[in-house]
């Protein structure tokens, strides 16, 4: 009997201790996670503050400088933009930022965030709320529904795709 109450106390013990380490390294990888998606959001909240701060280097280390990184948009004004390629990317926001060299602080609010990560990759979507600056080049105002997919490069997050509707008011 004593035989039986030290087996079954033992496989007791090994069980409930498998199950607090399990629930140990869920907790873990759930902080892991939590970690991670705060990298990403502000690699998005430094990359937007940079392109209305008119800070090109700042913009461009968000970035992955590699041929497959897209920028795909849509707002009435202008109508569908497809950038491909860093060396496009990079170009054209320098250029923008040298041709209009005056900041647009901007504030934005951001809803319905969802942010999925697998490994060394993430995509995130979310609402963003802009504001009316009167700067017709660079302002989103209103709704803007946007998408990042962003690669873990050398232990840093780097952006490789940006893609946006600007709905509006």
């Known amino acids: 009997m004593k035989t039986i109450a030290v087996s ?6 090994t069980l409930g201790s ?13 902080r892991g996670l939590n970690d991670e998606k705060q990298a990403i959001m502000q690699l998005i909240d430094k ?16 970035w992955a400088h590699e041929d497959y990184i897209r920028t795909m948009g849509w707002w009435a004004a202008g109508g569908i933009t497809v950038v491909e390629g860093w060396k496009e990317r990079g170009g054209r926001t320098k250029k923008f930022m040298e041709d209009f060299p005056e900041k647009n602080p901007q504030n934005p609010v951001r809803k ?11 995509w995130v979507t979310f609402d963003q709320y802009g504001s009316d600056t009167g700067d017709p080049t660079f302002d989103m105002p209103g709704l ?6 962003v690669e873990k ?17």
């Not at 319905?112 to 993430?122: H, K, L, P, Q, T």
């Not at 490069?153 to 008011?169: P, R």
């Open 8 to 13: 079954l106390l033992s496989v007791l013990l």
């Open 18 to 30: 498998s199950a607090w380490i399990s629930r140990s390294n869920d907790l873990l990888k759930s």
């Open 47 to 62: 990359e937007s503050s940079a392109f209305w701060e008119k800070d090109f280097e700042a913009f461009a280390s968000c």
């Open 112 to 122: 319905n965030i969802n942010v999925r990560i697998s490994e060394d990759m993430a």
């Open 144 to 149: 803007s529904r946007e998408t990042r997919i």
């Open 153 to 169: 490069i050398d232990g840093a997050w780097k952006i490789v795709y940006t893609g946006w509707l600007l709905q509006g008011e």
